[in-house]
């Protein structure tokens, strides 16, 4: 096959050619929006799932669908060294200069960018990474006392009078929220809290791992029945044949069925896994159909790229202490596995694992399903650790 026509699209946040089986939680965005537009309320949305499921890629296109229905959206990406503030300011920044264009909001919108600058200003003791740029002076007592729950509370219910102003809805898209300190992201939650009350149209749509249950939780008590946290999940057989087969139909290429079943079957129907086989699948086959044969070929290839990538870049920002810890997690098997049975297989004691456990779910590399259990978040890790990490590293 040509590899330049090559439709598969593996890569971080790389929007797949057919985005199979994600329309459900689509459309529960969609409602949560328009019934906000229409001044109902709704909850706030946190997308959970393992690396690999597309959470990234979900997130792009349901701010697509948005912006398309002539909503006003900010797009996050969270790191884990920079603070809510400083990611946040900018964007609402240009949200509300869009919006300051719209007649029937250029005033509170104007408000709501004095009360950004007086955020800014207040904090930046704090945060000392805060940079924005100052359209209008602050408003002397709005959103400016240097204490960071209420000026951000301050600061989104402006914007939220804002939206409201202009028809519209305003939506912070935010990705990685598992990165933001808690008591950062209890800030939020604070501010998302309040804005409900006033039945204002703003409103969070973000994306983590699965731990992001239990930081909710530790945020803030309420923070349960101010949010729905929507699973994102690997894709059912039907739906992850959709996802490798019709990008190559749309070029006249087809897969024999048993060799469509062995990929599906190889990447238990993860989102990236499927592009990576799909990929290495399609520069491997010289005709079409493509049979089994190709794909038990590809294969190799595709988990050598992969060791190399994918799972690579995680090992390496683990310490000799976290690798044996990992390794020993994959010696059991995939997980999730309790705590108990890892520092018996370290020959060690809980206690003196848990900081590193601990660690590492900061990392975001294992996390924590019911109390006492550990699990990886990236699928087929443990594979990975089996093939390429010493017992005794």
């Known amino acids: 096959m040509n590899p330049i026509t090559n439709p598969y699209n ?13 329309n459900e939680l689509r459309e529960k965005v969609r409602i949560c929006i328009e019934r906000l537009r229409i001044g109902n309320s709704a909850k706030s949305l946190i997308l959970v799932g393992l690396r690999g499921v597309g959470k990234t890629v979900l997130l792009d296109r349901m701010r697509l669908d948005a912006e398309g229905t002539g909503i006003q959206t900010l797009r ?12 946040l ?22 408000r709501a960018l004095r009360a950004l600058a007086g955020f800014a200003k207040g904090l930046k ?15 002397p007592g709005l959103a400016d006392n240097g204490e960071l729950e209420s000026d951000l509370t301050a600061l989104l219910v402006q914007t939220g009078e804002a939206a409201k102003a202009a028809g519209t809805v305003m939506v912070m898209f935010i990705d990685e929220l598992q990165y933001v300190k808690e008591s950062q992201f209890a800030a939020l939650i604070s501010a ?26 530790e945020a803030k008590s309420y923070s349960e029945r101010l949010f729905e946290y929507p699973q994102v999940d690997k894709l059912n057989t039907s739906a992850a044949m959709d996802a490798l087969r019709k990008p190559a139909q749309q070029l006249g290429v087809h897969y024999t069925d048993d060799a469509a079943l062995a990929i599906v079957e190889k990447t238990q129907g993860y989102p990236y896994f499927l592009q990576e086989w799909g990929k290495h699948t399609w520069d491997v086959a010289t005709t079409s159909p493509i ?32 690798r044996r810890y990992l390794r020993a997690m994959a010696d059991l098997g995939p997980g999730p596995h309790r705590s108990g049975d890892i520092a018996n297989q370290l020959l060690k004691t809980v206690s003196t694992q848990a900081p590193v456990r601990s ?17 990886f978040t990236v699928p087929l890790f443990h594979e990975y650790l089996l093939r390429t990490v010493p017992t005794n590293s």
């Not at 996050?76 to 990611?87: D, G, R, V």
Request: charged share 25%; hydrophobic share 40%.
């Open 192 to 217: 998302l809290h309040r804005c409900a009350h006033l039945r204002l149209p703003i409103t969070l749509v973000g994306a983590g791992l699965p731990q992001l249950l239990a930081l909710a939780g």
């Open 291 to 322: 049979t089994l044969d190709v794909v038990k070929t590809a294969t190799q290839l595709t988990i050598a790229g992969l060791d190399e990538s994918f799972f690579k870049v995680r090992l390496e920002r683990t310490t000799p202490s976290e």
């Open 125 to 139: 003791l704090k945060f000392a990474d805060i940079e924005v740029g100052f359209d209008y002076a602050p408003e």
């Open 10 to 22: 593996p890569g971080a946040g790389t929007p797949p050619p057919e985005l199979a089986g994600r």
């Open 76 to 87: 996050i990406e969270a790191p884990e060294n920079k603070s809510l503030p400083a990611m």
């Open 359 to 375: 660690s590492l779910i900061r990392k975001g590399i294992v996390w924590s399903p019911t109390h006492g259990d550990t699990a």
């Open 89 to 110: 300011a900018p964007e609402l920044r240009k949200a509300l200069l869009r919006m300051s264009t719209i007649e029937s909001a250029k005033e509170v919108s104007q």
